[in-house]
């Protein structure tokens, strides 16, 4: 061996030893200093954010694709002049000849869904109490709803796993949750709710199902006596016993107090009906009308008529 090559191990342990900082010209034959390069930096390369501009440039030769006519075609409006939306060359317009199509209904109501399955669910995990009355306050804060916007309204599914009575005051109710729930030995209660009364509820600033009408029409003698003295002073007395701060609305709209009226939905306002009376405030039921065809009334003549 060369005597210049018998001391190249001496000189790479030392060149090996020394700080990485430092340049070494023997660096190079060392493998632990070889440099590595990963293909995944293929994927990140990217121009700087402002090395390109997505901007069309119409007009501007055949190369960008959009250089003789600009987009705009030969001859015609289109070409000369701006068509207004929906411009339908001049005859009948299409919204006259067919009419509107689609739209957003103003009346519609956003109501919260729950299924009585889910509802057993939870009492089976201790989360609901099936002796209290279950309102849309026990359902949103036991995470079994979402916020509800318009109110809450319960549904048959997964009526056969219903095991106990249970006693439920929400918006509205089914046909098959209502007796499913009432088969078990439970209640269902369905009560008038407006966006700001939901709110004020789950903030706890007002009762779930306890209303002015409830307070005036209950059958407590306490209750009683104190109405003799005025309608303020009963709800005063009621909301100093439940702590609460506003008063429940009831419904005003026609349709709404006749949903409530109706003893089919199990509304709260059903005790208004008088008897052989339907819920419909414009409307004689069936009923009524037979009874009212049974009377008939006699004409009174004036004295002084002669014929």
């Known amino acids: 061996m060369s005597p210049r090559l018998m001391g190249l191990p001496t000189q790479l342990a030392k060149f090996a030893t020394r ?36 901007r069309i440039r119409r007009g501007r030769g055949p190369s960008s694709g959009k250089g003789k006519t600009s987009g705009r075609g030969h001859k015609g ?14 005859q009948t317009k299409d919204i006259i000849v067919h009419g509107e199509r689609g739209g957003v209904n103003i009346f519609s ?37 979402s916020r509800p916007v318009d109110g809450v309204k319960i549904l048959g599914d997964g009526a056969s796993a219903l095991k106990q009575p249970i006693h ?17 030995g439970g209640t269902v209660t369905t009560r008038y709710y407006t966006p700001s ?12 199902f306890l209303s002015e009408r409830w307070a005036r029409e209950s059958g407590s003698e306490e209750l ?5 003295v005025g309608r303020k002073k ?11 701060k506003f008063r429940l609305p009831d419904p005003t709209k026609r349709s709404d107090i006749e949903y409530y009226r109706d003893p089919a ?20 039921s069936s009923e009524e009308r037979k009874s009212a065809a049974g009377t008939k009334k006699e004409k009174i003549l004036p004295e002084n008529r002669l014929w």
């Open 19 to 54: 700080p990485l900082q430092q340049a070494s010209p023997l660096a190079f034959l060392l493998p632990q200093f070889q440099q590595t390069r990963n293909a995944s930096i293929l994927a990140s390369l990217s121009d700087n954010p402002t090395a390109y501009n997505k």
């Open 77 to 90: 409006q289109g070409q000369h002049g701006k068509v207004p939306a929906f411009f339908n060359g001049g």
């Open 109 to 145: 109501v956003e109501m919260t869904t729950v299924n009585l399955d889910r509802v057993q669910s939870w009492i089976d995990q201790g989360r609901l109490s099936s002796k209290a009355p279950i309102t849309m306050k026990e359902l949103y804060k036991s995470g079994c709803i």
């Open 168 to 184: 439920v005051v929400a918006s509205r109710a089914s046909a098959s949750a209502i007796a499913a729930i009432e088969a078990a």
């Open 197 to 208: 009364s939901i709110r004020r509820i789950l903030d706890g600033e007002t009762h779930s």
């Open 224 to 228: 009683y006596q104190i109405a003799r």
């Open 234 to 244: 009963v709800w005063e007395t009621c909301l100093e016993r439940n702590h609460m």
């Open 265 to 284: 939905h199990r509304g709260y306002l059903a005790h208004l009906l008088k008897p052989r009376e339907g819920p419909s405030l414009f409307f004689r």
